[in-house]
């Protein structure tokens, strides 16, 4: 599967931003999808991950409440839906899949997206 994100952009704290991973491919529904974030000289981070039904989701201790991530299986999209958003959420945001059994750890992922760029200025 091929991924597509984008959505990113800049925002002043306290604004929202949608990100959207668009899929190729015909078992978009087969795959957890999860939206992951990384900022200079540190690691990548998971922020949201939803299963491949969509009936469960995980989210980061520091978004949860702000962020939500959902999927369309017909469109084979992901969204993150971002409110409230603080300087710190400023990163590079990353879509990515896996098959199947939800994760959130980089490593068990098997697919990324190219990255979209999200800078909060306070």
């Known amino acids: 599967v091929q991924l597509q994100a984008s959505g990113g952009g800049l925002v002043q704290a306290g604004e929202s931003l949608r990100l959207s991973c668009a899929a190729s491919?015909?078992?978009?529904?087969?795959?957890?999808m999860g939206w992951f974030r990384q900022t200079p000289g540190k690691e990548r981070e998971v922020v949201a991950v939803?299963?491949?039904?969509?009936?469960?989701?995980f989210y980061a201790d520091s978004v949860k409440g702000r962020f939500a991530i959902s999927r369309d299986n017909v469109k084979k999209t992901a969204y993150l839906q971002m409110n409230s958003l603080k300087p710190e959420d400023t990163a590079v945001y990353y879509c990515?899949?896996?098959?199947?059994?939800?994760?959130?750890?980089?490593?068990?992922?098997?697919?990324w997206g190219q990255g979209t760029q999200v800078t909060v200025s306070s």
């Open positions: 990515a899949a896996k098959q199947f059994v939800s994760a959130t750890f980089v490593i068990e992922y098997n697919y």
């Open positions: 491919g015909r078992t978009f529904s087969t795959y957890t």
């Open positions: 939803i299963s491949w039904s969509g009936s469960s989701t």
